[in-house]
């Protein structure tokens, strides 16, 4: 199975900043990653897609990254609704895995 | 629009089972699978497995063979997953997701507690 670590666990940022999530797979993933933001009580919502593409009606703030094993997102100017919690996922080989997530709050 | 529409949260016993669905509309059901997620209650999400909603072939991850069946009512665009015997450790909300490479569509989950 492919494992996803990612980084840091939690993560306090104030209004406007930029903020950065790293996600690790423990082999060559090919860009197959996805990033999912989850609020509380609710479902998760791709972000994210193919590393680098933004999903259809998600702001341009966030950005995706990487290729091989290494990933990241990015958050510009950080919103009070950005406050939630982030997963990344691999799609390249079944088991599909996901991080163990990113919990953001506003400081 | 797309919309996938699960069912309502579930109190059960253990040992009981839970039938649980996910209704699919705004798309072609038998274009896309149909994914199935486990999220415990503060914890991450855990990938069960998936059926082809063509063929109706379920795939299931390891920690989720035996217990765990999903199927189809193809005529009602409705996935299923049935769970049975049971156990304290089944409490979680359940995700239905459709797949187009990443997990781009999902239902509002299911909550289904276990509780002697």
């Known amino acids: 199975d492919i494992r996803m670590t990612q980084s840091p666990a939690s993560l306090s940022a104030s209004l406007g900043e930029t903020v950065n999530i790293e996600c690790l797979a423990s082999?060559?993933?090919?860009?197959?990653l996805a990033w999912y933001q989850q609020k509380p009580g609710k479902s998760p919502q791709l972000l994210i897609y193919?590393?680098?593409s933004l999903q259809n009606g998600v702001p341009s703030r966030f950005s995706g990254s990487g290729s091989g094993t290494q990933y990241s997102l990015k958050i510009n100017s950080l919103q009070s609704e950005d406050v939630a919690t982030y997963f990344c996922?691999?799609?390249?080989?079944?088991?599909?895995?996901f991080g163990s997530g990113t919990k953001l709050e506003i400081k | 629009q797309i919309q996938l529409v699960q069912s309502g949260p579930e109190l059960k016993k253990p040992g009981e089972s839970v039938k649980i669905s996910c209704k699919a509309s705004?798309?072609?059901?038998?274009?896309?699978?149909m994914h199935w997620v486990k999220q415990a209650p503060g914890k991450g999400l855990k990938w069960m497995g998936w059926?082809?909603?063509?063929?109706?072939?379920?795939t299931y991850a390891d920690d989720f063979k035996g217990r765990f069946v999903f199927s189809l009512e193809a005529s009602a665009s409705t996935a299923n997953l049935q769970i049975s015997n049971l156990k304290n450790e089944d409490t979680a909300t359940y995700f239905c997701?459709?797949?187009?490479?990443?997990?781009?569509?999902w239902g509002q989950g299911v909550m289904v507690t276990v509780s002697s």
């Open positions: 193919n590393a680098n």
């Open positions: 705004g798309y072609t059901f038998t274009d896309y699978a």
């Open positions: 997701a459709r797949f187009y490479g990443p997990l781009d569509y």
């Open positions: 082999e060559d993933i090919y860009s197959d």
């Open positions: 996922q691999q799609y390249n080989n079944y088991p599909l895995t």
């Open positions: 059926i082809n909603t063509y063929t109706g072939k379920p």
